[in-house]
């Protein structure tokens, strides 16, 4: 069999033996691809303060699938001596019999911590990588009844929440835990259009970093430069192309879109395995690249294109069908139509793509072929030529007419930061409009009012009532930290009454925060959108309770230049029904 990068490249897959962890065993590559984590930092401080005092203590390293616990626990086992003394247990892949379930398992593991033997004087170290559900699971069954001071620890530390709970080493505690789920792939910064993430780029780096210690780089120097395809394998190219620091910063930033807008979970394996998606088309090999007729091979070569790798192939994983909805060519723009509109016309692509794209080098191989003829009878390839174009730009785009910006996912991501930062003056803005929002949820009324909807829709009048919201944020303190690592990956912003005795809270994530921003510019939600976000419609409820519609309410025409109004108020002596007067 052919040698290929291809074949090393595997080993980033979730399918790949690599993908399954095991405490007593660190591989070679394994070793190699570890990438130094603000949690590892965490871990090593509560280990080494547990190792030093004379009593029995249980570290839980709690988290999801596939997010990198047990990986960590192996490594600081087989490259530090730091758990030396101490047990360790992974929930995902060992028991002690082949008919044990994990409940029963746990039990075994952690007999030492059962309420009845907590105290009985052992110095048993306990290190434990459990998911959450696995935790929830035990805590929760018949056996769970007897650790009942380990349900009060989880409770307590709010560990099933999304919660940044205060994580340093307790020294008057049996307990201690650590949360990967608090961590995240990317950072925060006041900077919204740059998202920095020292861990994706690191794990970029182990693969394309030109380090005769790199697996992948030593096969690209032996395979890739003996090899017949070397000058037209897409492959190759992709990898030489990952190598730029700003397509890494790209991917980094398209990644964490994906993970902000849909709320995807990216575990360590998963990230890997879309590194291996982005860089070999999956039907690529190199008998089979070999086979291609000539003048089928440029067509088949544009597909497996990185840019075309990015957003064509939802199907492959949960993560690149995320990606696929950021799809550059689906953001039209005036200047976006009018440079697909010159790419249709011109017959002189080449020019195109040196105007709006850097390392024009990654074309290299695609402009020593006739393109501009080929594209003149081959109307399918002219429009993969457009779509590389067009997503190409994401990635190695030079400044100007091309780039879109999310004004709305800009907005959300500096406030995200203003809110896990506790920064009050970021959030004024807004916390106004979500007022505002608010009083318009129903359509627009009059100054501090909202509309009520009673029943069938009123053709001829609509009824509001005056509500007095004010925001709440009492309890945001503002911390020092430029960059943040460990946040909530939502806004929980708080509103109050007038006489600030009712206080109700709503989680703004990007999906709500966009639609409330419509909502604010004149958007009027339909039914779907009040399905899709019925945590918000009951939150409104709640809000709309604050107002005077149990005394008074406005009826005002619809549809009128000069629409009449009228009040509806409850008094000592009963209800009065009156036309408000215009010059009042």
Known sequence: MQNCLVNELKRLKGSSKEAVENLDSFSEFKRYMHVTRKMQYELENIVDSAGRIDYKQLILVCGSVGDGKSHLISYEKNETTLLEGFILHNDATESFRPNQTSIETLNEVLKEFRDDNLENGSNVKVVLAINLGTLNNFIDSEVGKEYSRLREFVINKKIFEEYIGDTTFDKHSYFQYINFSDYHLYSLTEEATHIDSTYIVGLINRIVQEDNNNPFYKSYKSSCYNCNLQERCPVKHNYELLKYERVQKAIVNILAEAIIKDKIIVSTRSLLNFLYDILVHHLFSYEKFNLIPENEFLEVYVKAMMPNLLFEHGDLSYI???????????????????????????????????????????????????????????????RELLKLLIRGYRLIGKPGVLEVNDQYFNEYVKYLYYFNKG??????????????????????????HANIITGKNQFSYKISQQIKVKACVDELVENEKNSIYKFMPYIKAKFMDESEKIIEEIRIDYSLFKLLCDVKNGYRPNVRDKNQFINFVNFIDKIYEFGSKNNKLVFTEKNRENARKFFLEENSFGFVFEEIDHEV
């Open 320 to 382: 690149l069908n995320s990606i696929e909805s950021l799809d550059p060519m689906n953001i039209r723009t005036s200047d976006v139509d009018d440079i697909i509109i010159k790419f249709n016309i011109l017959h002189n692509i080449k020019p195109i793509f040196e105007n709006y794209l850097e390392q024009c080098t990654y074309f290299e191989f695609l402009f020593s072929n006739d393109i501009d003829k080929i594209s003149m009878y081959n109307k399918d390839f002219k």
């Open 423 to 448: 920064k009050k003056s970021g959030l004024k803005k807004l916390y106004d409009d979500i007022i505002e929002a608010i009083y318009k949820w129903n359509g627009k009324a009059e100054q501090q």
